[in-house]
Structures are given as C-alpha cells and as structure tokens.
C-alpha cells in the first residue's frame, strides 16, 4: 500500500539508472542518514560509538571489498588478514614519514599500495579455479603477515613489532586517531568515509566492470568467449577488493585500536570477514553492511544476555555458550535463507511492496 | 595400467633423485657462503624428520579427503573434530577406563555426532551451493569447539597412551654419530600407514566402499542405482570421525590435548590442495612433500631470511605445484563444461 | 514454513534489541576492579589460575579483613578470550563502573596491554602490567599510568644471563646461547637486551622464532639440538609452544638443566603435557611457589569455610600464586592512597598516586604473612619498575621448587635503554615527557 511506485515517472535515462527508484527508499535512507549523522553521536554513549559503530563500520568496509572480490568475482580468497596487514602497515609508514600528508590521503595511498599487492598475490587466479585459489591467497596471508612481523623497518624498529597510530586529525582540531580523539568524531568520520566508497562499490558493481566480474563468476569461459577478458576482469577484482581491504586495515589500526602488531591479522580475521561476507549475502553490497553488523554485534550480545536477563552465569561457560550458540546461528541462518541476509531483506521488501495483501 | 598407480611409481622413483639433487645444491650453496652449516648426516635426519611430520599432516588431512570425496563439502570443522575427539578420549581414560576401551567408546561416540551432523546440518542443505556448505560447516566447529570445552573444561590434558618418546640412532656405520630419528615419530608414521592401507582395502574391496566411491562420482547416479544417500554420507562423517579420532591422538600425544590442536587443520590445507582435494594417495604424498619441503626449508634457508617461515613455505609450496597441476598432483582434472 | 518463520521473528528481535550493555550494580561504598580473564580460549590453562589467584585474594580481603579500610572490593569478571578486540570491549563496558569507576586494569596479555595503553592514560585508570606488556613503560614520565612491577622482560633476560653466568663458573665468554621466542611482540622483547648481554659478557647468541602458535617446533630444535649444540637454551614461550618445545628439545636430546624459560614459560600447565621428559627444566619466577607462606593459611581457612572462589586445585600453582601478589600489589597501593585521600572509595587517579608512593619493604611483606612470595618493590614517579627481582624454579616431576634465591637485574643500563625507547615512543606520539622532581 504504502512501497508502490504507482505515479513515480522516470523523465531521463539518468533517473532510471539511479540506485534507489523509488522515492520511498530515497526517503526512507535520507531520514536514516539524519538519524545516523545527528541522532546517533548525540544519544549513544562513548562505549557504544567506539567499541559497537566504529568496528562495524571498518568491517563493513572490509566486507565490502571481500564481496566485490568472493561474491561479485566467485574468487574466494582467504587473504583478507593480509590484505589489511598491508593497509595498516604502509599507512604506518607514510603517516610517520610525510606528517604534513592528509590522514585520508595516507588511507588512500596505502589502499593504492595494497591494491598493488593485491594484483600480484592474484596473479594465479588466471591459472586456478575454485577452493584452490584459497591457497593463492592463503599464501599471500601468511607471507604478508610473516613480512610486516619480520622487517623490523615496517615498525620503525621498535623492540617489540608493534605499531602505534600517531594522532592526526580530518580538519583542524578534529582527531581522529590517537587517544585523544573524540568517539563521536571517529563515528561521524567513519560513516561519511565509509558511506562514500561504498557508493563508489554500488557504482562500480553496477557498471561494465561489475557486470564482467558477475560474467567470470556465473561462468568464466563463457566470459572469456562473449569477449569479456578474464585477465583484466580478475586482476581488476583483486585491485578493487584489495583496495578496500587495505583501507579498511588501515581504518582498523588508525582509528579503532590505535596500536596493531602484525599477529592482529592472522588467519583469524580473514575467516572472520569472510563469515561477514557470506552470512550477510555474496554479490550484495548490503549484504556486507548487515554481515558485518551480524558478526560484530552477536559475540557481544551473547556476552551481555546473562547480565541483561539477571542470570549469574559463570563468565567460561558464558563463553562456550556464546561458541556454540553463534555456530548455531549459523547453521539456522543458512538453512533458512543460504543467500544471506540481503537476501532475506530483499524478501521483506518484495513482501512490503504487496501489503497488505499476500501475493 | 592405473593412472593413479603409473603416477604413484613415477613419484616413488623421481622423489630420491629430487632429494639427492636438492642436497647437492644445499651443499654447493653452503660451500660458497661459508656460515650455512650442512653435512649429509643432518640434511637425511632434517629430511626424515620432515617427511614423518609429513604423515602426522596426513592424517589430519584424510579427514578432509573422505568427506570431500564423497559429499563435495570441504569440512572446515575437521580440525575441531580433532580437538572434540580427543578431549572425548582423555576425558574417558580419566574416568578409569583403559585407552583401547576408550578408544572403542569415542569411536561411537564420533559416529553419534556424524549421524546428528547429517540429519541436522547435511539434510535440509541438500543441492545447496558449495560455499554455503563450507559455511556450514564452520557453524559446526565453532558448536563443536563450545561443545567440548563445555563438556571438558579448558585445561591442557595429558594424553599418554604409552607411545615411546625416546629417539633413536640409526645408520650408525654410514653416518659418524648417526642419524636421529624420534621414536614417537616413526610410531606415528606407522599408524598413519596403516591407516591408509586399511582405507585403501575399505574403499576397494568393501561393498560400502564402492558405494562411497559411487556416491562420490555423481550422486544422482548412485541414487539412481538404489544407493541410499543419506546413509552413505552418515558413514562418510563417521569414519572422516574416526580418523578424526587418530589423527588426534597422535597430535594430542605430541602437544598436550588443548585448544590449539584445531588449528592443526591449517596446517593440512596446503597438504590437501597440493594432493588434490578427493585423493586418498594424494593426501600422503601430498603430506610427505610439504612436511619434508617445510622442514628442510625451515632449517636450510629460513635463518636466511630470519627464520619461521614453515607457514607461507608450505602454502608457496602448494601455490608452485598448483600452477603446474591446477587440480593438485592427484586430484581430478577440472573438465570445463559450458 | 512456520518453524522458520517464528525463528526468523524471533532472531530479528533478538538482535535488534541490540547489546545494551548492563554490568552488576556496585554499592556506594565499594571499590570496582573489572578483571579481564581468559578461562577459554587456547591460553585458558594459563588464565584460569590467574583468574582464580584474583578472585581469591579480593575475597580474602572482603572477608578476613572487611576490605581495605572499611572499603570492601566489588569485582566483575570479563571474558576476553585472550584477543585483543575482545579485550578492548571488555574494558571499554567496565570502566566507568563502580562509584569512582575502574581502579585498575591488568589485562595479563601483552597484545591487549599495548591496545589499552593509550586509552588508560587518557581515561586515567593505572595499568597494572606484572612482568608483560611494555617494558620501556617501567619509565614514568613518558607512561604516567602504567606500572611494570616488580620487573620486566629486559630484566628478566639479564637475570637469566646471571644465573648461567654462575652456573658456568662465572663466566661465559665463548659459550653459546641460543633464544627460542615466540615470533610476536612478546617473544621479541629480551632480544635487545641478549644482544647487547652478548657482547658484554663474551657468549655467543643466536635466535630461533617459532612461528605462532608454535605446535611446529621440528626444525627448530633439530637446528638447536644437532646443529648449533649450545650450552644454555632461553625460551620465551606462552601456551601450546612451551609444552612442545619442551617435548621437542628432550626428542632431540638437549638437557634439561640448560634448558631455562622466562616467567610465562613456567607454569604446570607448560610442562605436563612433556610428563617425564620435562625432569630438570628450569625457568624464572617473580613470585614464590608452593603454600609455605602464612596467607595460604587464610586461604585454606576461607575455603574450608566454603567461601573461596578458586578452585582448589589451583592453590599454590605459579600463576595463582603471581595473581596473588599481583591482587596484593593494588591492594597496597589502595591503601597507601587512601591513606592521602581518606578511606573511601578512590579513583584511578588517586589509585595512581598510591602506586606511585609505594614502598613495600620485606617488613610490610612478612607483616602480611607473604613471606617468600615476593621481593621488595619501591616505585617512584620516574621508576615504574620498582626494583623487583625474579628467582629460579625447577620442575622436578611433580611440582616447581625454587632453586635460588631472589635475583636482582643489574639496573643501569636497563635503565638508560627503557629511557630511550620511552623517548622514541613519546616522539612519535608527540607527548611530553612530565617531569619527575
């Protein structure tokens, strides 16, 4: 009744083509967007902004370039970890060494540097396909983390291999790494940044180069005979999804934990971005939005339920119930729905677009 | 002739060959940069330690391979398989019972979890898309690891079923001082044989066997031939379980029943994707190649460059195999169909 | 159909009601310590004693004396699984708690200690780092909050050259000595200072990383056992790398009398896994073992009320025993800063003040009746450290006995090289040193 597109006429072809039609969803993003960047820094407290917003929004980025490479490309990689090793790292680098550069063109370099990277560790992609290829980026994982921990000239030769981010600030005034940086201005920083290379991915997805990686996903030769050539469609899917990554890592060591040694991206946390990636929905940048929030959220709603429903449970078995009941979810989650969230909000909005009748 | 077996005999003759010349070459680069240490006698002991750790990654790997083989799914939660399994045994052995016993009871206890695995997880997954099996299977080892330790406990356990540790000096005559080889080791490499031979004979000879084979060439076929599906990926888990079960003793023996055995499973990966991902031969050679590759690579040119570099080693190993072989040196060749 | 449909609906709400945090409500007249522990996890066989250790002595406290001055402790557990985001959470959802919010940090995890670092200093809440964490933090003006009592890794590393210095009949020019550490920030720390050691002392010192989590230690030993045949191996390990290693290094026959680990490489949960092959291994403590000191009377007597919190079989182990002195540690400084700032509950700030008038001498610790357990600690606004010094246990088979008296670390050049690193740590973040007058 309400999600109709009844009396919405399109009078350019620019208009047709924009990523919401309907001017329900332009209304219902720009009151989200309002929420988001008045209500939400006013009324959440510090320990919401800097330990939930700001670590689903690095995530969520991630998410977003581990989509474009694994669910828009069909190349899975497991090299997530060191792709953001490499942004934070080589933003480590050039924030000390240029301190007059722009902190967002240090995340953007470093992004560049790890796309890169990115191209070189997916070389092999053009020879292996499927489950294999998770060893191409196995290898770039584990090299690139063995790397930044070895060469003791990746942390200024500091004695213990840990970096730490040095305070720079967006405008004048305002820090965004560093400690005594504000949460909400790292909130406000983040959602704007974050806000924007995700419309860059939406963009891209959607143009002649998405449409190509879609093409090499769904059936690479086939691709490759319609005229579509795989070496640039794949190495160009690993330079943007890298890209992302780094940025993410960088975001991840600069604004949210501030000192990041080479283990904080072990093996661990490309699983944990691809969990993101695959709960939340392959080949949907919403989907990663909502992968991200899913993962980052549930470890600390199961660790908060006993306290919120006044039961006094041991904190160990707390934890072993927080295993089992996340991998739980899981297994419930792709049974319902195996395409992710974006898929089952996809099916909401088809839902909204008939109520209040059933079909 | 078999493939398989021609493969199989070129490898057993190349694979001396390979060593004797990857040894001279050390010993060439050690003579011109004089601070590398090498001698004939530590390069076999390096090698042979290398190629029986390779076998203890084997076993790990096997698991892999089975259920691979005959459902299409990689089981990401084998290593927490190895993890449950173990903490299962030592948690009965503590109770009083004697290790074989033990043996015997979380054997049964591993097929009960295969057969809740298959109606729970595998059945209402049918047809699904590869990846969103994987993914399953990940929410499988994160229950199972909550699972045991909430049934275990966190602690290290002890898990001592009587194994020698003592190392012994062979080749005493050849080689001044001898050669040292772990006796641990060389039991572990034992049972590992012994496993793959008993699931040789099971795959080959059996009748479920041949049914797991059919099963994992083309399920609607075997199907269609009155092979019950569900069935046969029940006993799939069941026996992946049960090597599981080994494969955890082994390594329990070796470090101490404890969280970080799975992780034990990373390191089979580059084991499984250099033999190929449904190639029980594959997972042994594959083994030994990258337990004896890391080693030497490890003791030879990781002070080189720092050391601890096992890790990527193995995975730049598997990677260079790979762009030769895309399907691993045993695995089924990819046949694109359009 | 309807099955899925109320799951769906259920977990929707589930999730939406997002994670307002609650923690426990604390009394008006209590003192709030959060306690990051880790009892699951792949270092669970470590934090569980270190957790129970805690537990046990602020329960002590609470009953046997009332609290310190009237001001009873209030004390949440927070499970961070030994990972660093988990940990910054953790802290992050505690802090503020309690009347005068949380009195102190001790992360027991050096990845978590360097995330929290900054944060602490800013939210002014002291961070207790016993023996981990950074050891160019022992210098106050750059690191106002953080207090690296009784001693740190460099320290360590200079003892244990100490003790095999003596073993070896006083010298060890041309001896070799080979490092296994940890390849991560942790396993890195003595490095430096080994160097250095090395060319003071004339011993010849090669390094062998184990790549993490150190379940592959093949190669290594081989290198160490066959090949270099050194005459005193140091291993900083932690977890699953220390009982491997110690399995290793007895396959490859290596003795276990030169075989010595730092304090984290030194508990039971290390060495039971190798079971006989262990005999004879070596390494540092910074507290005492065993149950002779008169608290454990205390502690018996409170458990045999039913009133203890640890499990029993954990008293008296290394990490208990380290998590005890540790709680003690913070009591003193609880008590020595209320006795500026009257007997109330008191901020971090204050807390930090306390620290840094501590002085407890050998007569204050038998007057506790923790004689044996630890040294003699006295902190300034400059030496974070205090003074501390480790002794040198042995495993025999059944339990670790020490074999030597408290050791202590020959400060002088320990302390010029934390200075320095403190210096290139303030220059980068752009702190001014405060000064210390």
Not at chain 1, 200 to 209: D, E, F
Not at chain 2, 156 to 166: A, P
Not at chain 3, 302 to 317: E, V
Request: glycine fraction near 10%; include cysteine.
């Amino acid at each position: 009744m309400f999600y109709r597109e009844a009396g919405q006429f399109k009078t350019s072809y620019v208009a047709d083509q924009s990523i919401f039609p309907i001017r329900q969803d332009r209304i219902a993003l720009a009151l989200f967007g309002l929420v988001a960047v008045l209500a939400v820094p006013v009324l959440a407290s510090n320990y919401f902004l800097e330990t939930i917003f700001v670590p689903f929004l690095v995530f969520a980025l991630a998410a977003v370039g581990l989509n474009i490479l694994t669910g828009y490309c069909g190349q899975l990689s497991l090299g997530t970890g060191g792709f953001m090793a490499c942004g934070a790292f080589f933003s480590y680098k050039l924030a000390i060494g240029f301190p007059e550069l722009h902190i967002v063109l240090v995340f953007l370099l470093a992004g560049l540097g790890t796309a890169a990277v990115g191209v070189l560790f997916g070389l092999p992609s053009l020879r292996i396909k499927g489950f294999y290829l998770a060893v191409a980026t196995l290898a770039a994982q584990f090299f690139l983390v063995w790397m930044f921990n070895k060469f003791g000239w990746w942390t200024n030769y500091s004695p213990s291999g840990v970096i730490s981010a040095p305070p720079r600030a967006v405008l004048p005034g305002l820090n965004v790494t560093g400690a005594g940086a504000d949460p909400a201005v790292k909130y406000l920083f983040l959602l704007i940044f974050v806000a924007f290379l995700a419309l860059v991915a939406k963009n891209l997805v959607r143009s002649r180069i998405g449409r190509s990686w879609m093409a090499i996903r769904d059936m690479d030769i086939a691709a490759e005979i319609i005229g579509i050539r795989p070496l640039w469609a794949k190495l160009s899917a690993f330079a943007v999804s890298s890209f992302y990554i780094g940025i993410a890592g960088a975001l991840w060591a600069f604004v949210y934990t501030g000192s990041v040694e080479a283990l904080a991206f072990q093996i661990d946390r490309s699983f944990q971005v691809l969990f993101m990636v695959i709960i939340g929905g392959l080949g949907s940048i919403l989907g990663s939005f909502l992968g991200a929030a899913f993962i980052v959220l549930l470890p600390i709603l199961l660790s908060n339920a006993p306290a919120m429903l006044g039961l006094s449970i041991r904190v160990e078995t707390v934890s072993h119930l927080e295993f089992m009941i996340f991998g739980a979810l899981i297994i419930f989650f792709l049974i319902v729905e195996p395409h992710g969230l974006a898929r089952l909000w996809q099916i909401g909005k088809e839902k909204l677009r008939l109520w209040p009748f059933p079909y | 002739m078999n493939p398989t077996a021609l493969r199989f005999g070129f490898w057993m003759l190349a694979a001396p060959l390979m060593i004797a010349a990857i040894g001279l070459g050390i010993q060439g680069l050690a003579t011109a940069n004089s601070t590398m240490f090498f001698t004939w006698a530590f390069f076999l002991e390096v090698l042979l330690a290398g190629l029986l750790q390779g076998v203890l990654y084997s076993l790990v790997a096997l698991g892999f391979v089975l259920i691979f083989k005959a459902s299409g799914i990689f089981n990401f939660a084998q290593g927490s398989m190895v993890l449950f399994a173990a903490l299962t045994m030592v948690g009965f052995i503590e109770m009083g019972l004697h290790w074989t016993l033990a043996f015997v009871v979380t054997a049964g206890v591993m097929v009960i979890l295969a057969v809740v695995v298959e109606k729970v997880v595998l059945r209402p997954m049918v047809n699904q898309p590869h990846i969103i099996l994987f993914m399953a299977t990940i929410g499988i080892f994160y229950f199972l690891d909550g699972f045991g330790q909430t049934l275990w406990g966190s602690d290290v356990k002890v898990l001592d079923i009587g194994i020698t540790k003592e190392s012994i000096f062979i080749l005493e005559g050849v080689f001044e001082g001898g050669i040292l080889v772990n006796g641990f080791d060389l039991v572990a490499a034992l049972v590992g044989a012994a496993l793959v031979a008993a699931l040789a004979v099971f795959f080959q000879y059996t009748r479920v066997g041949r049914a797991l084979r059919a099963v994992a060439d083309d399920h609607q076929a075997a199907l269609s031939v009155g092979i019950p599906l569900k069935t046969i990926w029940a006993i799939v888990w069941s026996v992946a379980g049960i090597v599981a079960l080994v494969a955890g003793i082994m390594w329990g023996s070796k470090a101490g029943v404890q969280f970080s055995l799975a992780l034990i499973a990373l390191k089979a990966l580059p084991v499984l994707i250099l033999g190929g991902f449904t190639s029980i031969p594959g997972a042994i050679v594959g083994g030994l190649i990258i337990g004896a590759g890391e080693q030497v690579a490890e003791v030879f040119f990781g002070p080189l460059v720092g050391g601890a570099i096992q890790d990527w080693f193995a995975y730049m190993l598997a990677l260079a195999f790979l762009l030769f072989r895309p399907q691993g040196l045993f695995g089924e060749r990819i046949i694109e169909r359009i | 159909m309807t099955f899925k449909r109320i799951g769906l609906a259920a977990a929707a709400a589930v999730v939406l009601a997002g994670s307002f945090a609650a923690a426990a409500p604390v009394a008006a007249q209590e003192q709030f310590v959060p306690l990051l522990v880790y009892r699951t996890g792949p270092y669970a066989p470590n934090g569980i004693p270190l957790a129970d250790g805690f537990n046990d002595y602020m329960q002590l406290i609470n009953l046997r004396d009332g609290g310190i001055n009237g001001v009873k402790y209030a004390w949440e557990e927070c499970e961070t699984q030994y990972n660093n985001d988990r940990g910054v959470e953790c802290y992050e959802r505690l802090k503020a708690n309690g009347p005068t919010g949380a009195s102190i940090i001790n992360p027991y995890s050096t990845g978590i200690t360097y995330a929290l670092i900054e944060r602490a200093t800013n939210d002014e809440i002291p961070v207790l780092s016993m023996g981990y964490g950074r050891a160019d933090a022992s210098d106050g003006t750059v690191f106002p909050y953080v207090f690296t009592l009784p001693i740190t890794y460099w320290a360590g590393a200079d003892v244990m050259v100490q003790y095999a210095k003596k073993e070896s009949g006083g010298s060890l020019a041309g001896k070799k000595i080979a490092l296994v550490y940890h390849d991560s920030a942790y396993g890195k720390e003595p490095i430096a200072t080994l160097e250095r050691l090395a060319k003071e002392e004339g011993f010849q010192f090669s390094t062998y990383p184990v790549a993490h989590p150190g379940l592959e230690q093949k190669a290594t030993w081989l290198q160490i056992g066959r090949q270099l045949r050194p005459d005193w191996v140091f291993m900083w390990g932690w977890g699953v790398m220390n009982s491997t290693a110690i399995k290793e290094a007895a396959a490859v026959g290596f003795p276990m009398e030169k075989f010595m680990g730092i304090w984290w490489s030194g508990a039971e949960a290390d060495v039971a896994p190798a079971g006989d092959s262990a005999k004879g291994y070596k390494s540092l403590n910074i507290t005492g073992v065993g149950t002779s000191a008169p608290v454990f009377q205390d502690i018996e007597k409170m458990h045999a009320d039913g009133k203890g919190i640890a499990d029993k079989a954990n008293i008296g182990t290394v990490l208990y025993n380290r998590a005890l002195v540790n709680a003690f540690f913070y009591t003193e400084a609880i008590r020595v800063a209320q006795g500026e700032f009257g007997e109330k509950p008191l901020t971090g700030e204050q807390i930090q003040w306390g620290f840094e008038h501590l002085d407890i001498t050998q007569a204050r610790i038998d007057e506790v009746g923790m004689t044996g357990l630890l040294s003699p600690v006295k902190i300034t606004c400059g030496d974070h450290e205090g003074g501390g010094s480790a002794v040198v246990q042995q495993w025999d088979g059944t339990k670790w006995t020490a074999i030597t008296d408290f050791i202590a670390p020959r400060r002088d050049a320990l302390r010029s090289a934390y200075e320095s690193s403190a210096a290139q740590y303030a220059k980068e973040k752009g702190i001014t040193p405060r000064s210390c007058s």
